[in-house]
Structure formats: structure tokens, C-alpha cells
């Protein structure tokens, strides 16, 4: 209930103009248009560079393809001091 009750406060509050009360606005707080483009530039690169590698990895895992764990790779990956 509180998870649900803090969301809908933070939704409330996020209707409000200003990101610090009464003197900063949201559009006076956003970046330059031209920094903002930048960055939808990089993003989509970033999304057409990673993307397909990550569909890749996700059949050759769901169709089996991938070698499972061994309880011996599961012991190598435990940091010092672990008592697992």
C-alpha cells in the first residue's frame, strides 16, 4: 500500500512546473537543444550497436545453444571470504 500510495504522491508532485519550488522550471531546466540531440544520437547508436547482440544472446540461450554452468564455474565467481 505505501508503494503504491508514495507512486502516486511522486505522479502528483511530478505535475507541478518547477523543479526547485518557484524558481526553477522544467523548461528552463532542460538541456540545449542541440546537447539534447547529441545525446538522441548516441542513444540510438548505442541501441543499433548493442541491440543485435543482445537478441543474438538471447536465442543462442533460449534455444539451448549456450553451455549451462557448472557447479565449478559457480565456485570460481565467489570472491575471497565467501562461505557459501
Keep these: 500500500m505505501a ?30 537543444a542541440q546537447t539534447l540531440r547529441w545525446l538522441a544520437l548516441v542513444t540510438a547508436i548505442a541501441i543499433v550497436l548493442v541491440g543485435p547482440a543482445l537478441v543474438l544472446l538471447y536465442q543462442l540461450d533460449t534455444l539451448g545453444e549456450l553451455e549451462p554452468l557448472t557447479d565449478a564455474d559457480t565456485r570460481a565467481a565467489r570472491a575471497p571470504g565467501d562461505n557459501l
Design 3 to 32: 508503494s503504491v500510495a508514495l507512486t502516486v504522491g511522486a505522479w502528483g508532485f511530478a505535475q507541478r512546473p518547477y523543479v526547485l519550488p518557484t524558481s526553477l522550471t522544467v523548461a528552463q531546466a532542460a538541456g540545449a
